[in-house]
């Protein structure tokens, strides 16, 4: 890996700076962000983006399609806001240059509507996964794996509103449509499963969640390998219903298995990395194993700094939940800047009526209470 990218980037800077546009600078940096450098793949998808301006100019497709990878690496960034920005001009652009009855439109559609769910606005991200679906459906007919992957966006959006029949009926109808295209040994269909996993959990029916959540295991393992991110994903969410059930021994035996799986497949720094040691800290507390909760606290808290910075809102997350540890051991002086930086963040960036805000706000109350 470290082999390829310092000679992938030799090349495409060497290429890059001839100061005539190349495939490779965007290449190498889709790569980066495959692999997780996020700071690295957004200097190249820039410096893509100045050579794409100066070929091809601002109304073209190619340069949309660049616009639209920058507001990638700011969504894992955990900057939402940007991210929306950036891809509302690849957005103009799509319907300048190819229409609104175009895939390239439906699909910026989707990737904005990915970012207000995770922005906690979730009407607005039914709103443009139905505006996506409603393209997809006049340009590819309503029998496309791409509609059932947009009837399974929908699905979430719904859950979240807590609209669960509604959102029952989409996951069926997505699970109709990508068997009856792509057939049961497909990641497209275990997604969807795994979805309708997390709507039983949701409404705290857990027998049915792991027998969906067990459905979309099986069929990453089958599909595309033990050591995948996928299959890690599933594992990660089995545990997570296990925990649920109080079985916080399995728990563990789950996240460390996906824990495995992630190293071998993103190797050691990755963020997904962090947030499944951040899951092992929950289970630790659970087991009143304060001082392992708050190793693991600390670790993932430092990795997330270094890899999604301060201002991103896992970062801010592993954040509140060191700070409640500390609350509960009664150190209040560590728990108190770690609470209030979180409520501040989470108030600014998703708004009073996320539920990460709204823990916030419960947070900063107990820290009152214990005061």
């Known amino acids: 890996r470290a082999w390829y990218?310092?000679?992938?980037?030799?090349?495409?800077?060497?290429?890059?700076?001839?100061?005539?546009?190349t495939p490779a600078l965007g290449n190498l940096a889709a790569s980066l962000l495959e692999f997780g450098e996020l700071g690295h793949a957004l200097r190249l998808f820039r410096?893509?983006?100045?050579?794409?301006?100066?070929?091809?100019?601002?109304?073209?497709?190619?340069?949309?399609?660049?616009?639209?990878?920058?507001?990638?690496?700011?969504?894992?960034?955990?900057r939402l806001e940007e991210a929306l920005a950036v891809y509302?001009?690849?957005?103009?652009?799509f319907q300048a240059t190819q229409g609104e009855v175009h895939r390239n439109t439906a699909d910026t559609y989707?990737?904005?509507?990915?970012?207000?769910?995770?922005?906690?606005?979730?009407?607005?991200?039914?709103?443009?996964?139905?505006?996506?679906?409603?393209?997809?459906?006049?340009?590819?007919?309503?029998?496309?794996?791409?509609?059932?992957e947009t009837h399974n966006s929908i699905g979430t959006a719904q859950m979240h509103q807590g609209r669960y029949s509604d959102a029952a009926n989409s996951y069926a109808k997505a699970l109709t449509i990508s068997l009856a295209t792509i057939g049961?040994?497909?990641?497209?269909?275990?997604?969807?499963y795994n979805n309708m996993g997390e709507l039983g959990r949701s409404q705290g029916q857990f027998e049915?969640?792991?027998?969906?959540?067990?459905k979309a295991l099986a069929i990453f393992q089958v599909t595309l390998g033990e050591n995948h991110v996928l299959t890690a994903s599933a594992r990660q969410n089995i545990a997570n219903v296990l925990v649920d059930q109080g079985k916080c021994s399995e728990a563990l035996d789950q996240y460390e298995r996906s824990l495995e799986t992630l190293k071998l497949a993103l190797g050691e720094h990755h963020p997904h990395i962090a947030q499944t040691l951040s899951n092992m800290a929950v289970v630790h507390k659970r087991q009143g194993n304060a001082d392992q909760a708050l190793q693991?606290?600390?670790?993932?808290?430092?990795?997330?700094?270094?890899?999604?910075?301060?201002?991103?809102?896992?970062?801010?997350?592993?954040?509140?939940n060191m700070g409640l540890l500390h609350l509960d051991q009664g150190r209040l002086a560590e728990a108190a800047p770690l609470l209030q930086h979180a409520h501040d963040f989470f108030q600014r960036q998703l708004g009073p009526d996320h539920i990460l805000s709204q823990k916030s706000v419960q947070a900063l109350a107990m820290l009152k209470e214990h005061s």
């Not at 979730?122 to 709103?127: G, K, R, S, T, V």
């Open 184 to 192: 049961s040994d497909h990641p497209s269909t275990g997604k969807i």
């Open 88 to 93: 509302a001009k690849a957005l103009a652009i």
């Open 208 to 214: 049915p969640a792991l027998e969906n959540y067990n």
């Open 5 to 21: 990218l310092d000679t992938a980037a030799m090349l495409a800077e060497r290429e890059a700076e001839q100061g005539d546009y």
């Open 110 to 148: 989707s990737n904005m509507a990915v970012v207000y769910r995770y922005l906690g606005r979730f009407a607005d991200a039914l709103e443009y996964f139905q505006k996506a679906l409603k393209i997809y459906e006049a340009t590819v007919g309503e029998s496309d794996s791409v509609v059932a």
């Open 296 to 320: 693991l606290y600390t670790t993932a808290l430092a990795a997330k700094r270094a890899q999604l910075g301060e201002q991103h809102y896992e970062t801010v997350s592993t954040m509140m």
């Open 47 to 78: 410096r893509d983006l100045d050579l794409k301006l100066r070929e091809f100019g601002e109304q073209h497709e190619s340069t949309a399609a660049t616009y639209s990878n920058i507001a990638v690496v700011h969504q894992q960034q955990g």
